[in-house]
T-cell receptor, first 120, second 112 residues
Framework: AQKITQTQPGMFVQEKEAVTLDCTYD???????LFWYKQPSSGEMIFLIY??????QNATEGRYSLNFQKARKSANLVISASQLGDSAMYFC?????????????????FGQGTILTVHP | NAGVTQTPKFQVLKTGQSMTLQCAQD?????MSWYRQDPGMGLRLIHY???????DQGEVPNGYNVSRSTTEDFPLRLLSAAPSQTSVYFC???????????FGPGTRLTVL
């Protein structure tokens, strides 16, 4: 079973409008974390936002917010007031605990990504 | 502060050749990882390390070796390159297992 699912291969949005990118996850780890990364056409991976499983409030970072619905196991990214520079691939990722050499490590699993295109 | 650096940026190999992808970070991060990115598949974890001398396998470790002799460096070795290893390779580091991972710019590898 997929641990991280992004069901929207591509999304389109008009400049200055808001857009929601979907992400659902599956884990039995009670202490997990959810990340969103942006990958522009230049190829680098840019960290956007983080939500911990025990965080009571939804994470926000500037125009980015994470709509965290724990019972539904979803962590959707909301981008407000879209800009042309937001056009990129967006990845949702989940961090689960693993033990390595006696040390706890947060292993990241990525979804397949959503390509967002912002139209002027 | 250069962050996470990777060399080379591009590489073409013939089947059966070996090579090492270099990764270095100057942020004193204990955690480092290698991922590969293939079209339509997102990033998949190859190997990771929680500190110098400690490494472990990720999701797709076959055909790759790693070692971590220093905190700063985490090289990825391809022992005998195969066309299936054609991909973009990313190295990442983080302060701890809970924090965001910082990615290098990637290495685009083609195996003919």
């Amino acid at each position: 079973a997929q641990k991280i699912t992004q069901t929207q291969p591509g999304m389109f949005v008009q400049e200055k409008e808001a857009v929601t990118l979907d992400c659902t996850y599956d884990t039995s780890d009670p202490s997990y974390g959810l990340f969103w990364y942006k990958q522009p056409s230049s190829g680098e991976m840019i960290f956007l936002i983080y939500q911990g499983s025990y965080d009571q409030q939804n994470a926000t970072e500037g125009r980015y917010s994470l709509n965290f619905q724990k019972a539904r196991k979803s962590a959707n990214l909301v981008i407000s007031a879209s800009q042309l520079g937001d056009s990129a691939m967006y990845f949702c990722a989940m961090r689960e605990r693993q033990l390595a050499g006696g040390t706890s490590y947060g292993k990241l699993t990525f979804g397949q990504g959503t390509i967002l295109t912002v139209h002027p | 502060n250069a962050g996470v650096t990777q060399t080379p940026k591009f590489q073409v190999l013939k089947t059966g050749q070996s090579m090492t992808l270099q990764c270095a970070q100057d942020m004193n991060h204990e955690y480092m990882s290698w991922y590969r990115q293939d079209p339509g598949m997102g990033l998949r974890l190859i190997h990771y390390s929680v500190g110098a001398g400690i490494t472990d396998q990720g999701e797709v470790p076959n055909g790759y070796n790693v070692s971590r002799s220093t905190t700063e460096d985490f090289p990825l070795r391809l022992l005998s390159a195969a066309p299936s290893q054609t991909s973009v390779y990313f190295c990442a580091s983080s302060v701890s297992g809970d924090t965001e991972q910082f990615f290098g710019p990637g290495t685009r590898l083609t195996v003919l």
